[in-house]
């Protein structure tokens, strides 16, 4: 799709008012990630979700975090962002939340997974939905992904974005290629927001994070007590993370008013995706909602033609998915 500009036409294709609703549903869904990582929200038997124990030293921690960072961004300080992770992860270390578990140590070998695969099991007639299935999502999450973060950039031009099929090919050769090492999923992920936000628009910013990256593989205890998981009485947190994913959330709602709320055929598509995205947890879901909803409402006021036909494809083909899900 990507070497045959398939990819680049979808993306071009989806209207402007659905693009910059992905971006703010991705907003909102990193703020509900930083906020369950926090324990600011957590699950409730009778609401589904509710606030935590705000007098508990994690959610203190977390809140002290973005209180931090907030500062530092409204005093202009071009480190906001980092200083609040440094600040989060340090304070955690006397109050018992963050463990030290050192700073150096070996990689893992990667005997036990690569090309650990099993082509000819996954080519059998029973798994041909989950190919699909996980085919459809990766496509929507990668297009929501690249939509949100570049709307966030200011990189979209004329609502289309410049060498799409660049970036699509480089996200496809990153998931091959790290399903042949054995990792998770190598993919264009919507934390990419947070490096936008302290000013990334180049590839240099690339270059620069693929390099700590390697570095980061013979650093991973440090990484891991900054970033990683902490159990706290029983709840899984990462109150390292938690802070900057909220101000990113805040800092991509900005593209809620780059939509057209005059027009109920776009707005209530746009609608549906921003609320979908969060209260699913799924970029994928929301645009499905997204496109599903803009393909019914423009045809049956007349404005078919005024979309992409591959719009409507994908309308039907997201029907199908729920149908045989």
């Known amino acids: 799709m990507s070497l045959f500009g398939i990819w680049k036409t979808l993306v071009d294709s989806v209207p402007d008012s659905l693009k910059h609703a992905i971006a703010v549903g991705i907003g909102l869904f990193i703020t509900l990630i930083g906020l369950e990582y926090g324990g600011v929200v957590v699950a409730s038997p009778g609401t589904f979700i509710g606030l935590g124990d705000l007098t508990s030293k994690p959610v203190a921690l977390v809140l002290a975090g973005v209180a931090v960072t907030a500062v530092l961004m409204a005093l202009k300080v071009r480190s906001a962002i ?37 082509i000819a099991g996954a080519l059998q007639t029973g798994l041909v939905t ?13 297009m929501g992904t690249l939509i949100g973060v570049s709307s966030q950039a200011g990189l ?22 790290g399903a ?15 490096g936008i936000a302290h000013g990334a628009r180049t590839g240099l910013s690339n270059l620069s994070v693929a390099f700590f990256f390697i ?15 902490v159990i706290y009485n029983g709840a899984s947190l ?51 909602f997204g496109l599903i909803s803009l393909s019914l409402l423009k045809l049956v006021t007349g404005k078919g033609r005024s979309i992409h036909w591959l719009i409507y494809l994908f309308a039907v083909l997201s029907i199908i998915r729920y149908i045989i899900k």
């Open 82 to 118: 980092l200083a609040g992770i440094l600040f989060t992860a340090l304070a955690g270390i006397p109050l018992g939340i963050v463990q030290y578990g050192g700073i150096i140590a070996a990689p893992p070998s990667m005997a036990a997974t690569f090309f650990q695969l099993d």
């Open 156 to 177: 979209l031009k004329d609502g289309k974005l410049p060498r799409a099929n660049r970036a699509m090919l480089a996200d496809a050769v990153g998931t091959v290629s």
């Open 215 to 229: 570095v980061a593989l013979f650093f991973s205890p440090l990484a891991e007590m900054i970033g990683g998981e």
């Open 238 to 288: 990462k109150p390292g993370v938690a802070p900057p994913l909220i101000i990113v959330g805040f800092l991509m709602m900005r593209s809620v008013t780059r939509i057209n709320w005059d027009d109920l055929t776009d707005s209530l598509p746009a609608f549906l995706t921003i609320a979908i995205i969060p209260m699913s947890m799924s970029i994928t879901e929301g645009i499905a």
């Open 180 to 194: 042949l090492f054995g990792t998770s999923t190598v993919t264009s992920y919507i934390e990419s927001s947070t």
């Open 130 to 142: 989950v190919v699909f299935t996980f085919f459809f999502i990766d496509l929507f999450d990668t």
